[in-house]
């Protein structure tokens, strides 16, 4: 079947269904661990700060999303393409590459999450590090799977209706903490610690950044399903539309919960600590509706993550970036030689949480280091665009400059977020991106194409350099997993 034929054969997708594929990839696990994080890292005025800087930050890129999305209607699975047609294939496949391992390694965070939660009520399980919690978190790999191998179209509308029954206990969690809100409570926990400092306050943003931009992963998720779209201005709405409902639940959820306990509490309390927080407010039946919501809502994100990550190996094999082998379709549609690929890959990413000390946190900022260069590379093409002029009308002008200045904030948001996620993840990322480079020259190879060119060498030299620091620094414990 030829790339156009797949295409064409596939059934579309409303603006609300694609609008829900981003609200379900971004609401996850990350939102019931946001009262900890902030308490831990610092106060109000600091959470405020925080969720601004985020919130634009993640806004511009949504933007930019949203305006590639139109500029660029003959580029699908944007989150890798842009950069191939920006930078060049190697940099397209490295996007792709990094933008799928980070989602794999996500995954693993929200089946430990779930196995985490499912042992309020099932002992054995632990943190979700034990044996039976791996076992069990393995069995719900392939469940899910056979389901996705059904039908993307099918998966989807499951993913809906996860979608809606996941966001209502969270509402109910904001109203009721809004009812018991104490001002004064809110006041003692303006401050994230001492001294009252800009240096100080600076340093506790930074330390809530890969969080933040953790729990805003799936921006991206209308134009990955771009292929999937009705009209092709659907995508750029889904976009913004998923984006500012899921700002305005997180930033609620993180300030109210200041105006319930004190943030030493926050700051030591279990994981998921929205449930600490109801608990407190209304007894021991506010923890158990937050765990259930804990193990709906990150199962849910694992379906829609799953269907991500199965397109963004599919789309690149169709095209010279990835092996063509991972462009085969079952005979409903669905991405299967993806699709298995993934599966196997967060099977044995599980094996890792048996020996990781702290797997939550460990997955959590991984995943967020991995998502780093895609996001960067994207708005990097953006602005790209800008500079040359492509796609735009002598008449664009006023509209060029504003996409200029969209493009040049989601750059500086996304160079921030490098710099917050600090040398440890930098350098286990690298680790990841660097060994697919052999997928990339495979994928050449089958086609009769070279391999990199010089500037592509090059950067392939540093990447592996960076990775063989890393393998030295975790053989000599200087770095620890």
């Known amino acids: 079947m030829t790339a156009d034929k797949a295409t064409s054969g596939t059934q579309k997708v409303s603006v609300l269904t694609l609008a829900a594929m981003v609200v379900g990839s971004i609401v996850g696990g990350g939102v019931f ?19 601004s800087i985020a919130g634009l930050g993640m806004l511009m890129l949504a933007f930019v999303f949203q305006s590639l999305a ?47 939660s499912i042992g309020a009520f099932l002992p054995g399980l632990g943190q979700g590090n034990t044996v039976l919690a791996v076992l069990l978190a ?5 469940l899910l799977h056979v389901m996705i191998s059904r039908g993307v179209r099918q998966a989807t509308i499951v993913n809906r209706i996860v979608t809606i029954a996941k966001i209502v206990p969270i509402l109910v969690f904001v109203v009721i903490a809004a009812v018991a809100f104490d001002a004064g409570v809110f006041g003692d926990n303006l401050w994230g610690g001492k001294p009252h400092t800009a240096e100080s306050l600076f340093e506790q943003v930074k330390a809530t950044m890969l969080v933040t931009t953790f729990v805003f992963l799936g921006v991206e998720g209308a134009s990955v399903y771009s292929r999937l779209a009705q ?9 913004v539309l998923g984006f500012v409902s899921t700002l305005a ?17 926050l700051a030591h309390a279990e994981q998921p ?3 600490v927080v109801l608990k407190s407010v209304v007894g021991e039946w506010g923890g158990t509706l937050i765990d259930l919501a804990v193990i709906v809502s990150v199962l849910g994100a694992y379906l829609a993550w799953t269907l991500l990550n199965a397109e963004v190996m599919f789309m690149p094999a169709r095209t010279e970036v990835m092996p063509r082998a991972l462009a085969r379709q079952s005979g409903n549609g669905t991405p299967i030689a993806a699709l ?5 890959s967060v099977q044995l990413f599980l094996l890792l949480v048996l020996v990781i000390k702290d797997a939550l946190n460990f997955m959590l900022k991984l995943d967020t280091a991995l998502a780093l260069v895609p996001y960067l590379l994207v708005a990097a093409y953006a602005f790209k665009l800008t500079l040359t002029g492509q796609t735009y009308e002598s008449a664009d002008a006023g509209r060029r400059r504003r996409d200029r200045a969209v493009a040049v904030l989601a750059i500086i948001y996304a160079i921030f977020l490098l710099y917050a996620a600090g040398t440890r993840y930098l350098l286990l990322s690298c680790l990841i991106y660097a060994p697919g480079t052999l997928l990339y020259l495979r994928a050449r190879r089958e086609r009769g194409q070279p391999g990199l060119t010089r500037l592509e060498l090059l950067g392939c030299v540093l990447l592996w350099s960076a990775a063989a620091v890393a393998a030295v620094f975790l053989a000599t414990g200087a770095l620890q997993l």
């Open 70 to 116: 139109v500029r660029r209607p003959d580029l699908d699975n944007g989150i890798y393409v842009y950069a191939q047609a920006g930078f060049g294939n190697y940099a397209g496949f490295n996007v792709a590459w990094g933008y799928w391992a980070s989602n794999v390694v996500g995954n693993v965070f929200y089946l430990t999450f779930a196995m985490a």
């Open 231 to 239: 009209r092709r201005e659907d995508i750029g709405r889904a976009t």
């Open 340 to 344: 298995v690929t993934t599966s196997i």
């Open 249 to 265: 639940l997180f930033a609620s959820v993180t300030l109210v919960s200041y105006g319930v306990l004190p943030r030493s509490e």
């Open 33 to 51: 661990t946001l009262p900890e994080n902030f308490g831990d890292a610092t106060g109000v005025l600091g959470a405020v700060i925080a969720w």
């Open 138 to 142: 393995s069995a719900v790999v392939w």
């Open 273 to 275: 600590s929205m449930g």
